[in-house]
């Protein structure tokens, strides 16, 4: 990586841009095919942007292209730009993991390591080449407190990250996450293995976590991201062609503050998919 866009990637303190991520007229392709066609938005920064659409519209090849998880997909293609810092993350003497630290992953399945609470959130500061115990012990009880965790684990942290609950263990992955110091937090379907308790919980710690992140989060569940977002990416499924010819891909149809796009959408597809007459 250049001197330069090493510290494009790695300053967050020299930013005001209002957007932290641009896609600029993204298309993914696995294979020959195209799952998602000429995507343009801007992310604003500390806020939480929702990406609803039905199953298949491309709400998570869209989001992975935004930290370049899709380089780890064989056969997955990617044209188009992704700005950030001023810097297309897909320019070729940009570093893919110093991407991923920046803008960070939860899954949907809560996939914390086996290993300690400790050691999971210690791990990608001892990859950075942290060692100090007082400052690893200072990143995992900060990260453990900024993912809401810490009061449920600090008695018992060298437990198994495995033997806690569903809910606790993606708040650890949250943890994990956010003891790297990322800008941004991508979500995909983080609730959808929880009950409704852990996933207020989760909700309510993504409110807390926009004073220092920007969180985009894929759901399929509308009532959340009227619940979660500051705005809201609707994206649906395009067709063209019949039978065998038949080819589908997903586009971005609206784009706007989640009131708005909830009680005036500007689209019709939009209105009928909040409405629940598709999807
Ligand atoms: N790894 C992959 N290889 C091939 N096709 C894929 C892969 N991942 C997703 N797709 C296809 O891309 C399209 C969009 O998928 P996806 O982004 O998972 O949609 P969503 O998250 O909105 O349900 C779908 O047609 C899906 O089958
Ligand atoms: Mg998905």
């Not at 380089?71 to 730009?81: I, M, N, P, S, T």
């Not at 759901?219 to 019949?242: C, P, W």
Request: a negative charge; proline letters at 5%.
């Amino acid at each position: 990586m250049s001197q330069v866009s090493q510290a494009a990637i790695s300053s967050p303190e020299t930013s005001v841009d209002p957007y932290v991520i641009e896609a600029r007229s993204i298309s993914v392709f696995y294979g020959s095919y195209m799952a998602v066609k000429d995507v343009s938005l801007q992310i604003p920064r500390n806020q939480i942007t929702a990406f609803i659409g039905p199953s298949g519209c491309g709400k998570s090849t869209v989001l992975r292209v935004f930290n370049r998880m899709n380089d780890l997909v064989a056969a997955a293609r990617v044209e188009g730009e992704i700005i950030y810092r001023g810097e297309n993350l897909y320019s070729p003497n940009v570093d893919p993991v110093e991407v991923r630290r920046r803008i960070g992953m939860v899954f949907q399945k809560p996939n914390p390591f086996p290993k300690s609470i400790y050691d999971n959130v210690a791990y990608g500061p001892r990859l950075l080449g942290i060692k100090k115990k007082s400052e690893l012990d200072d990143i995992v009880e900060r990260s453990l407190k900024g993912a809401a965790l810490w009061d449920e684990v600090k008695n018992d942290l060298k437990k198994s990250g495995l033997a806690l609950s569903g809910g606790q263990q993606q708040r650890l992955c949250i943890a994990r996450t956010i003891s790297v110091e990322p800008d941004v937090i991508l979500m995909d379907e983080p609730c959808s293995a929880l009950d409704p308790i852990a996933t207020q919980r989760i909700e309510e710690l993504m409110h807390e976590l926009t004073e220092r992140y920007t969180i985009i989060i894929v759901t399929h569940n509308m009532q959340q991201a009227l619940r979660v977002s500051d705005y809201t990416a609707f994206f649906n499924i395009r067709k063209a062609g019949e039978g065998k010819e038949e080819t589908r891909w997903g586009e971005l149809v609206e784009f706007g503050e989640t009131q708005q796009v909830f009680t005036q959408p500007t689209q019709h597809e939009t209105a009928d998919y909040i409405s629940g007459r598709f999807g």
